[in-house]
């Protein structure tokens, strides 16, 4: 035998209901679009210092950062041919106490010359053994 009780259940209405979907509604994580944006803006002006001194700062701020962020920052080492420190950001990418490398983060690893190619592979060949 069911029990029936004699005061009603509340009806939620529209305005009681949050307008934000539940996936961002209790996300955590910082929204780092912003960054992404500007570190690419950057990269238009060819001000690759700042962009370094931003990621400074994003990372005392938010802690770790994101793969989509540092693919940004790699772009921007592509855009100024600067081999040594693409390779520099892929090993800190790498660690494991970083965000990771993905198929993207390859892909702009390899934008490089031919001429720096083999210096590229050592360095994907030692993130990939360990």
């Given at each position: 035998?069911?029990?029936?009780?004699?005061?009603?259940?509340?009806?939620?209405?529209?305005?009681?209901?949050?307008?934000?979907?539940?996936?961002?509604?209790?996300?955590?994580?910082?929204?780092?679009?912003?960054l992404?944006?500007h570190?690419?803006?950057?990269?238009?002006?060819?001000?690759?210092?700042?962009?370094?001194?931003?990621?400074?700062?994003?990372?005392?701020?938010?802690g770790?950062?994101?793969?989509?962020?540092?693919n940004?920052?790699?772009?921007?080492?592509?855009?100024?041919?600067?081999?040594?420190?693409?390779?520099?950001?892929?090993?800190?990418?790498?660690?494991?106490?970083?965000?990771?490398?993905?198929?993207?983060?390859?892909?702009?690893?390899?934008?490089?010359?031919?001429?720096?190619?083999?210096?590229?592979?050592?360095?994907?060949?030692?993130?990939?053994?360990k």
């Amino acid at each position: 035998m069911i029990a029936i009780s004699s005061t009603p259940m509340p009806i939620r209405t529209l305005s009681q209901s949050s307008s934000l979907p539940a996936r961002r509604r209790f996300n955590n994580f910082p929204n780092l679009r912003r960054l992404t944006s500007h570190i690419v803006h950057l990269t238009r002006r060819k001000q690759i210092r700042q962009i370094f001194d931003e990621i400074e700062v994003a990372k005392i701020k938010y802690g770790r950062l994101n793969t989509i962020v540092m693919n940004a920052v790699m772009e921007a080492c592509v855009r100024y041919r600067d081999v040594d420190l693409d390779v520099k950001v892929f090993h800190d990418m790498s660690q494991p106490d970083s965000c990771g490398v993905d198929t993207v983060t390859y892909g702009i690893l390899l934008k490089h010359r031919f001429d720096d190619s083999e210096r590229i592979a050592a360095s994907i060949l030692l993130v990939t053994m360990k």
